[in-house]
């Protein structure tokens, strides 16, 4: 580890890694975090001087002794706590015993004094009687099977608990961390800033590794769909810079830059408890789905501890962040021909997945869901998760877009689907988020509002502001305003099936098309 000279951020809080802390810390010059707390480092505090860049430093709740070194007595005294530690910025006064080697905050002796302290300390020694003596020596030799009491105690502690061993002599990463039992109920079971690199080097050196043991097939390694051109491999996803795209229902999506600037999309799944063998075959079938408005799975890693899951990234995010993102004077205007592209890039695929048998949903049908390319083309994404991911993740899922017969999220259906598409229309339609019903006390149930303002023929006061402008297209956008009605109504068999919704989109962007064209001769 201490030959990753690019690392900035380490954290490795929370663990039971023990004994003293190495002074090769100093090789990683570039270190900017260094979190050792809540582990069982004893001794004292190295000298980590070499360490020029370093903002965040904890060393608390560990078995820690000695004097803190002046050049560490900036990080405060939380920095420290849950030690034996002596000096500032503590408050504790170091005893005279303490040791002073260079760099540590101690007394200066007094000038006026001259060489007192020694004349003293000669006559003390030449003081002390045999019984002194023999009464150090009795002492000394208690003191010390009290400590190897001690640490007899703690050891037994240790090897009760659940431990975790990771060889990180591979990791080539600018940040990491390695998630103990301590640290694992911090945001949402993620720890502080978990990356993809970590994820990954976890996975491969600690229980991916005994995974592979235990069922014989040998190293881990990231499995290519046939379609997926292996221009990396999991080494290249541990060098690779990261940042979190969001948690969402089931698990968390990183952005991860490859070694030549390509970027990939690497989803860390949660409350995976099926069997590797039921993960394969369901994975492989997501893996084998092919369509243009389907964001592609290229490949997927499992482990025991470990599943992840590689798309292609999409530039342009979600169809969320589109509608209720940025309200700024520099948001891109979404106009009637964006609006109804989406519409139906997200039907085609939708429907892709509806002709693929008669039990095959998508189950998670949301704006987060549809991801869009530069040229605002959508792409469907978490396709075939529903069925992979635990009962745990699934009860609070699509929070206005569930369809109202469905009282296990985990048993989809493609009518299920079909109400969730027909909000997602609504949704772009009104500009208004679906879920402000479920959230918000003041919220609104956007299907039967939607219906009511109908009723009541106020149908102009349905549509999103931006849209009122393109007049020349109000017959398409109340023809589609129908269509969603049609989708998110009550009943299971009076709604439309998703490939005649995809032919009724299509139709009417045809017609709006038309009526451009004539508007506008060349």
């Known amino acids: 580890m201490f030959g990753l000279h690019a690392l900035v951020r380490l954290n490795i809080g929370g663990n039971n890694f023990s004994g003293e802390i190495p002074v090769g810390f100093n090789n990683l010059t570039r270190l900017r975090t260094l979190l050792l707390d809540g582990n069982s480092f004893s001794g004292s505090i190295p000298d980590l001087s070499s360490l020029k860049n370093l903002d965040q430093f904890n060393v608390s709740n560990n078995l820690l002794n000695g004097s803190i070194r002046k050049g560490l007595q900036k990080y405060g005294s939380i920095a420290f706590l849950g030690n034996l530690l002596c000096g500032q910025p503590l408050g ?124 014989g097939s040998g190293a881990k390694k990231l499995v290519f769909f046939r379609n997926a051109t292996r221009v990396f491999d999991l080494e290249d996803l541990l060098r690779a810079s990261a940042e979190v795209l969001g948690k969402g229902t089931f698990g968390t999506a990183y952005k991860a830059v490859l070694e030549g600037g390509n970027a990939v999309a690497v989803k860390r799944l949660k409350d995976v408890t099926i069997s590797e063998r039921e993960f394969k075959e369901k994975i492989e079938g997501v893996g084998a789905m092919d369509h243009q408005h389907l964001v592609p799975l290229r490949a997927y890693y499992f482990s025991r501890d470990e599943k992840l899951l590689v798309y292609d990234y999409m530039p342009m995010g979600s169809l969320s962040a589109l509608l209720h993102g940025n309200k700024g004077a520099g948001r891109t ?54 069925n992979i991911v635990g009962p745990s993740s699934s009860p609070n899922r699509v929070l206005g877009y569930r369809a ?40 609104i149930d956007l299907p039967r509002w939607v219906q009511s303002v109908v009723r009541e023929e106020w149908t102009s006061e349905v549509f999103d502001l931006e849209l009122l402008r393109y007049q020349n297209v109000e017959e398409e956008m109340v023809q589609l305003l129908q269509l969603a009605v049609d989708c998110a109504v009550q009943y299971p068999d009076k709604r439309p099936t998703m490939s005649q919704v995809r032919n009724r989109i299509k139709e009417l962007c045809s017609s709006s098309l038309r009526e451009d064209l004539n508007a506008h001769p060349a």
């Open 92 to 215: 504790k006064p170091c005893p005279a015993t303490a040791t002073s080697a260079p760099g540590y905050a101690s007394e200066p002796a007094n000038p006026m004094n001259g060489n007192e302290p020694e004349k003293k300390e000669e006559e003390k020694k030449s003081k002390l009687s045999g019984g002194a003596i023999a009464g150090i020596v009795i002492g000394s030799v208690l003191g010390f099977l009290l400590i190897v009491m001690i640490l007899m105690i703690l050891c037994r502690n240790k090897s009760s608990k659940k431990t975790m061993s990771v060889d990180i002599s591979s990791i080539k990463n600018q940040e990491m961390e390695i998630p103990g039992s301590k640290s694992e109920t911090k945001n949402g079971g993620y720890g502080n800033g978990f990356s993809v690199a970590a994820a990954a080097a976890t996975a491969m050196a600690g229980g991916g590794a005994k995974a592979a043991e235990n069922s």
């Open 333 to 386: 205007p979404l106009n009637w021909d964006i609006r109804s592209g989406i519409a139906l890039g997200a039907a085609c695929g939708i429907e892709y997945l509806h002709s693929q048998g008669p039990n095959v949903s998508h189950g998670n049908i949301k704006s987060s869901n549809i991801l869009l390319t530069k040229a605002y083309e959508a792409r469907v994404s978490d396709f075939g998760l529903a």
């Open 404 to 443: 109202p017969e469905v009282t296990d999220a985990r048993k989809v259906s493609q009518k299920a689907d079909v109400y969730s598409f027909g909000v997602l229309l609504l949704e772009l339609l009104t500009g208004k988020a679906p879920t402000n019903s479920i959230l918000n006390e003041e919220g």
